[in-house]
Each structure stands twice: as structure tokens, then as C-alpha cells.
């Protein structure tokens, strides 16, 4: 197939190269110069601007950072360059409602569109095993099928357009709730006088037990892969959980849902982010809690 990849960042760039891997033509296209270059040290032929990558494409995938950019590129030039028909596949995480709102345009403009957001972080991407959640019909979840297969290898179609996003918001939102009660129970079983690995042990083989604490363990020692084993270095960086949680959060109010462990764990990540967690993986918001009484 013949494909326009637009965003070749941290996450884009691998993609566009398991695409290529796979046999596909993929003719990248970013904004900013130096993704360009590492496009091309790739071996990714690139175009001079995103209608020109799009106008000789079967499919078109964008992997930006927001929903504007989505929107923004939807709305310019990028659908009225495409030929009709046009798959458009978004994988960027955005909101819903702005994942539905692309849906519009680019039916509007006699194309066909999925929102396909993706978990597994940069890793996943480079190895091409990243899940897809995927919003659409069932026919274009079908066409894109193969090239997803390519870069993924979790695939689920949750529903129509936008629904790939609402999972992916869904699933968050439970992972960060999860990872906060986690750490506020070892934090707590810390002052209580209980030790790390005892409640490792008692946990996870308990009612207790969840990815938080069985693979992103707090605290280091219990589960040597865990982020808290390397000083929080990401992993899932605290700016992308706060940021999945801000869509999260627009749902919720959106939708009146009474969320509030939701609505509290947005609130914290946000605070996290603009501090320490910056950088740092989300579950090293334990330090946050034991520093902060
Ligand atoms: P990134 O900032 O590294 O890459 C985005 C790229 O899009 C940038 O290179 C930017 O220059 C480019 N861009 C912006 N507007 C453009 C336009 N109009 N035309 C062409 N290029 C344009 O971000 P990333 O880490 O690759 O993440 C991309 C998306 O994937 C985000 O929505 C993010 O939330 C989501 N995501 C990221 C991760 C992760 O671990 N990094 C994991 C899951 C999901």
C-alpha cells in the first residue's frame, strides 16, 4: 500500500519504519527539520508538506500531539489533497469528541477515517507491538487491519468513531487510579512498620493484585523491571498520564459521570507533572505522596 505517514516523532517515526519493514511505501512528512532527517537516515522517502505526502496515498496516518494538530490539518489542506477514498487513520491520543469531529471532516470531504490510539509507549512502537484501540465501521477496521498488524500486536475494534480514544481514556484512568491506591498502600504499610516485599507478597497474590503493583511496583525491589528500580525513569512519563487524564476528564464532564476517584486522579497527575513527575515515570508519584504528609 501506498502510505502518507505525518508525525515522525518519538512514537511516528518507529511506525513508519515497521510499515516500511513490512513491505509498504511510506512517504513521511513532519514539520519540524530534524524528524525529517531521521525520516530519511531511515530510509523514509519524505515529502516537502502533508498534502503533498497525502496526495498520492491510499492511506494517510497521523501520529501528532494533539487534537488541534488533528483537526488543524484535517481542516487545511490535507483532505482536499487526498484522492476520495482516502483511508485516514489517527493515532494520536485525543479527545472523543475531537476524534468524532475529525470523523465528520473527513467523511465530509468523501473519505474514510478510523481513530486508532495506541498504548505500549516507545517501546511497543519499536517493536512493533503496540495495542491498537480502534474506532470505526466494520469495513475500514478491516482495510486497516494489515498495516496496524504490522505495527502492533494487540488489536481490538471498540466500536464506532471515537470509541478507540473512549477506551483508551477508560483504560487509563483505571491505570491511574490503580497506580495511586498502590502507592498510597505502601506508603501507608511503610508507616505502619510493614516491609516492602511482605506486602509485595501478601498483594499480589490477593485481591489487591493489578499491573500497578505487579509490573510497575512502586517501590524498588519487589519487581526488578519496575521503573522504581531506575529511579523512575519512564516508562510512561508523568506528562503523557496527565495528559491522557485532562481527555479523560473532558469526558467525564461531557458525559456527567460521577467520577470522582477519576476527577481526583487527574488533579494529582496534573500537579505531578508540572513538577517532579515531569520526566519521571507515573508510579514515581509514590515519592509525591510520601513526601507530601
Ligand atoms: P512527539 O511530539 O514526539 O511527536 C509528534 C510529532 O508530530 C512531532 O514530531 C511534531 O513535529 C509532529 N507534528 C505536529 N504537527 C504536525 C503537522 N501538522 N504535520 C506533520 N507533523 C506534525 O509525540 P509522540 O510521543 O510521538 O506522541 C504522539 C502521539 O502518541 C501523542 O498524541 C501521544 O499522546 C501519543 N502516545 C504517546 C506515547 C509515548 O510513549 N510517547 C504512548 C502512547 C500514545
Known amino acids: 500500500m ?10 511516528g517515526l518507529p511506525m513508519a519504519k515497521n510499515l516500511l519493514a513490512a513491505g509498504h511505501s511510506v512517504i513521511g512528512y513532519d514539520v519540524v527539520d530534524a524528524a525529517l532527517e531521521a525520516a530519511q537516515a531511515a530510509g523514509i522517502t519524505t515529502a516537502k508538506n502533508a498534502p503533498d505526502a497525502a496526495a498520492s496515498a491510499d492511506v494517510v496516518i497521523t501520529m501528532f500531539p494533539s487534537g488541534r494538530h488533528v483537526i488543524d490539518a484535517y481542516e487545511g489542506e490535507l483532505l482536499a489533497a487526498a484522492r476520495p477514498g482516502t483511508l485516514f487513520i489517527d493515532s494520536s491520543t485525543i479527545a472523543v469528541d475531537e476524534a468524532q469531529t475529525a470523523h465528520e471532516r473527513a467523511i465530509a470531504a468523501g473519505h474514510r477515517n478510523i481513530d486508532a490510539p495506541v498504548s505500549g509507549g516507545v517501546v511497543g512502537a519499536e517493536n512493533g507491538t503496540l495495542a491498537f484501540m480502534v474506532g470505526g465501521s466494520d469495513d475500514d477496521f478491516a482495510a486497516a487491519l494489515p498495516l496496524l498488524e504490522a505495527m502492533g500486536k494487540r488489536i481490538v475494534h471498540c466500536g464506532g468513531p471515537g470509541l ?11 491505570l ?33 493484585q493489578c ?11 519487589p519487581v526488578p523491571s519496575s521503573p522504581a528500580n531506575r529511579d523512575y ?36 497527575y496534573a500537579a505531578y507533572a508540572a513538577g517532579e513527575g515531569a520526566g519521571r515515570d507515573f508510579s514515581g508519584i509514590i515519592t509525591s505522596i510520601r513526601d507530601s504528609g
Open 233 to 268: 525513569e519512564p516508562g510512561f512519563a508523568g506528562t503523557l498520564m496527565a495528559k491522557d487524564l485532562g481527555l479523560a476528564l473532558q469526558g467525564i464532564e461531557q458525559t456527567g459521570t460521577d467520577a470522582r476517584l477519576g476527577r481526583l486522579a487527574q488533579e494529582i
Open 164 to 174: 478507540g480514544q473512549a477506551a483508551k481514556v477508560c483504560n487509563n484512568m483505571i
Open 211 to 221: 499491573w500497578a503493583l505487579t509490573t510497575n511496583c512502586p517501590v524498588p525491589g
Open 176 to 208: 491511574a487510579v490503580s497506580q495511586i491506591a498502590v502507592a498510597e498502600a505502601f506508603v501507608l504499610g511503610e508507616r505502619l512498620g510493614l516491609d516492602h516485599q511482605v506486602l509485595f507478597d501478601v498483594a499480589s497474590g490477593a485481591s489487591g
Open 2 to 11: 501506498n502510505i502518507a505517514f505525518l508525525g515522525l516523532g518519538h512514537m
